[in-house]
């Protein structure tokens, strides 16, 4: 791959791919969901044995489930609060004939963690603190709904056994607790593979965010949850 198509990932692939959805879920594709190239990359990391259960928080129309089942023998779930990309996502697994997809409609603190393998988080709580990232108005959105989410997310993450598998796309991976590393980066460190390689330490986890919040380190990409 080379440097132009680090940069922009997006591509004549997503144009073609984004035809399956709705012209207003479409419009939405340059900044909302995952690239097809990325999704791509996203799957062969994620999916390390056949049948892996692969959870997509926040999976919008769920684009990188759609993705990942067509090129993987993996099993993705997406969760999504708003009901229309739900049903966006939904009819296109129907019309792709992905019978390994399933896009649910709920919000991420109704869903175990403990059912899956394997974790995708493109960035899903950052419009609760941007207006840049709002899509709409159809769900609550405020910074105390962002730390909610990310320190669920956190907890639920923690709890998983060593070598649980997270990547994140995009953002400051705020979701992260302290006890996974970042084994590799792609796409100009957009995207992120964590690993979970430590006991989840609840006394580190309360303290909560790092000012920093996830950063380039001596020893590479470290997670923005605090350390001792």
């Known amino acids: 791959m080379d440097d132009s198509e680090e940069q922009d990932p997006r591509s004549v692939e997503d144009k073609k791919f984004d035809q399956i959805y709705p012209p207003k879920v479409r419009k939405l594709s340059s900044l909302h969901w995952t690239p097809v190239r990325v999704a791509a990359e996203v799957a062969k990391l994620l ?16 684009k ?6 067509a090129l993987t023998d993996g099993r993705f779930t997406g969760v999504e609060q708003r009901k229309d990309l739900v049903l966006a996502g939904q009819q296109a697994a129907t019309r792709l004939r992905l019978d390994t997809v399933k896009i649910l409609h709920g919000n991420v603190t109704d869903i175990a963690f403990v059912d899956y393998d394997a974790f995708y988080l493109y960035n899903p709580f950052e419009e609760n603190m941007s207006r840049g990232h709002k899509i709409d108005s159809a769900v609550p959105l405020s910074p105390v709904l962002f730390k909610k989410y990310n320190n669920h997310v956190a907890a639920q993450l923690g709890s998983m056994p060593f070598g649980t598998r997270v990547v994140t796309y995009a953002g400051y991976a705020d979701e992260i607790p302290a006890c996974y590393d970042c084994a590799a980066t792609l796409f100009r460190d957009e995207l992120k593979l964590w690993i979970k390689n430590r006991e989840y330490d609840f006394a ?6 790092a000012s920093s919040r996830s950063h380039r380190g001596p020893i590479g990409w470290a997670s923005p949850r605090q350390r001792p």
């Open 47 to 62: 999916v390390t044995a056949p049948g892996a259960r692969v959870l997509d928080v926040g999976c919008g129309p769920g």
């Open 64 to 69: 990188f489930c759609l993705v990942a089942a």
């Open 204 to 209: 580190i986890e309360r303290l909560g965010l």
